[in-house]
C-alpha cells in the first residue's frame, strides 16, 4: 500500500505533494529518487576570509551542516570566518524536515579549498621601509591585550608601529583587512588597524586607510606583514606608503 508522503524537493522553493511507498518513517525509500541539495561556495577561499556556504530554501526544511575542524551549523547558508588550513576538506548538508512523514533528499557534499596567504612583499624583520621617512627599526615589539583588544606593539627610536584587532583573542594565521575607522565595534572579524607614530623633532600619527595585513606565526611568535600600505596623517603630516615586518618576542 502507498502511503501520501511530503517531498522535500531539493532544488525547489515549495512543497510538493506525491506518493511515495513507505511505512510512514519518514526513512528514505528507493522510490523517492530526490536528488541531493545543490551546494555552492566561495572555494577557493584565502586563508584570513570567510567561507560562503548556500543553498537554495526549501519549505519546511531543518538544514544541519558538518565539516572540517567541529564545524556544525543549523543556518541554511553559514559563514565560517577568519578560514584557516585547517577548515579546509568536506562540508555536508543534511536536510531535515519540520513535517512528519516525509521523503528525504541524501546528504549532499561539497568541498572547500583554503589558500595560505603569503604577503607579496618580504621585507626585513623588524623594519618599515616608507617612501618619505627613513626606514623604522624596532628594537621592541610585543603583543598583548589592551581595553579587551589585542595589540602589536613595535617600538623604535624613530617610529612605532602598532596593530589593533577587533576582540582580546588571539589571532589566527591568514590575511586581514585594514579599516580606518578608528572603533572596532563595527570592524569585521578579519579587520584590523594599523597606526604609525614617526619619531624625531616632530612626531605626527598616521593611520592606514585599507590594505591587508599578513598574520603568521614563526616559532609560536605572532608575526604581522603589510606590503605598500598608504598612511595619511594630520594636518602638517605628510601622507606616505609602507611596507613593514614584525616579530612579536614574547
Not at 30 to 55: H, M
Not at 180 to 200: E, L, Q, Y
Not at 238 to 245: E, L, V
Request: aromatic content about 10%.
Amino acid at each position: 500500500m502507498k502511503k501520501l508522503k511530503t517531498l522535500l524537493p531539493a532544488l525547489l522553493g515549495g512543497v510538493l505533494m506525491i506518493n511515495c511507498s513507505g511505512d510512514g518513517s519518514g526513512d528514505n525509500g528507493d522510490d523517492c529518487n530526490l536528488p541531493a541539495p545543490e551546494i555552492t561556495t566561495n572555494s577557493p577561499v584565502q586563508e584570513g576570509a570567510d567561507i560562503i556556504l548556500e543553498t537554495p530554501y526549501v519549505n519546511g526544511a531543518i538544514y544541519y551542516w558538518t565539516g572540517p575542524d567541529g564545524f556544525e551549523s543549523y543556518d541554511q547558508n553559514p559563514v565560517i570566518h577568519l578560514a584557516t588550513p585547517a577548515k579546509a576538506g568536506t562540508y555536508s548538508l543534511e536536510l531535515g524536515s519540520e513535517f512528519a512523514d516525509v521523503c528525504l533528499p541524501p546528504v549532499a557534499t561539497t568541498t572547500v579549498e583554503v589558500i595560505p596567504a603569503v604577503a607579496p612583499c618580504n621585507p626585513t624583520n623588524n623594519t618599515a621601509t616608507n617612501s618619505v621617512f627613513p626606514t623604522m627599526t624596532f628594537n621592541s615589539v610585543l603583543a598583548h591585550v589592551s581595553l579587551d583588544q589585542y595589540e602589536i606593539n613595535a617600538g623604535g627610536s624613530n617610529g612605532d608601529l602598532t596593530f589593533t584587532f577587533k576582540t582580546d583573542a588571539l589571532p589566527s594565521a591568514g590575511m586581514y583587512s585594514v579599516t580606518s575607522n578608528p572603533s572596532t565595534f563595527d570592524m569585521a572579524d578579519n579587520g584590523v588597524n594599523v597606526s604609525i607614530v614617526t619619531g624625531g623633532m616632530f612626531s605626527y600619527f598616521y593611520r592606514a586607510a585599507s590594505g591587508d595585513v599578513y598574520i603568521s606565526y614563526v616559532n609560536g611568535h605572532i608575526s604581522a606583514t603589510f606590503c605598500n600600505l598608504h598612511f595619511s596623517g594630520p594636518d602638517g603630516g605628510t601622507d606616505f606608503n609602507s611596507s613593514a615586518k614584525v616579530t612579536a618576542s614574547n
